[in-house]
Nanobody
Framework: QVQLVESGGRLVQAGGSLRLSCTASGRTFTFSDNAMAWFRQAPGKEREFVARITPTGAATTYADSVKGRFTISRENANNTVYLQMNSLNPEDTAVYYC????????????????WGQGTQVTVSS
């Protein structure tokens, strides 16, 4: 069974920064074989793509809304993916989920096989 566990979400003021972490585990899960991504879902809205990173970390992709403010990275030795979020604004308020995919995923949730439970990020104005 594969587990993805997010952490790092909290209340922060606009303009502030947060770093989210997601650690993966599972007997049949090889972290370094999987692309990883972050999605987010605000109340009343659909889950949306935030960022993704290839298995080796060589390439990243970002949603336009976070480009230049957020950075995704990974440490394969620790089975962990990170999301550094800077210049946060209230529109970034959402539950943030990490996701994993063995095959080349796109930017839609359906391309991802494994999901964490999410961590709440709230940005106050």
């Amino acid at each position: 069974q594969v587990q993805l566990v997010e952490s790092g979400g909290r209340l922060v003021q606009a303009g502030g920064s947060l770093r989210l972490s997601c650690t993966a585990s599972g007997r049949t899960f090889t972290f370094s074989d999987n692309a990883m991504a972050w999605f987010r879902q605000a109340p009343g809205k659909e889950r949306e793509f935030v960022a993704r990173i290839t298995p080796t970390g060589a390439a990243t992709t970002y949603a336009d809304s976070v480009k230049g403010r957020f950075t995704i990275s990974r440490e394969n030795a620790n089975n962990t993916v990170y999301l550094q979020m800077n210049s946060l604004n209230p529109e970034d308020t959402a539950v943030y989920y990490c996701a994993a995919a063995f095959l080349a995923p796109g930017t839609t949730p359906r391309g991802y096989e494994y999901w964490g439970q999410g961590t709440q990020v709230t940005v106050s104005s």
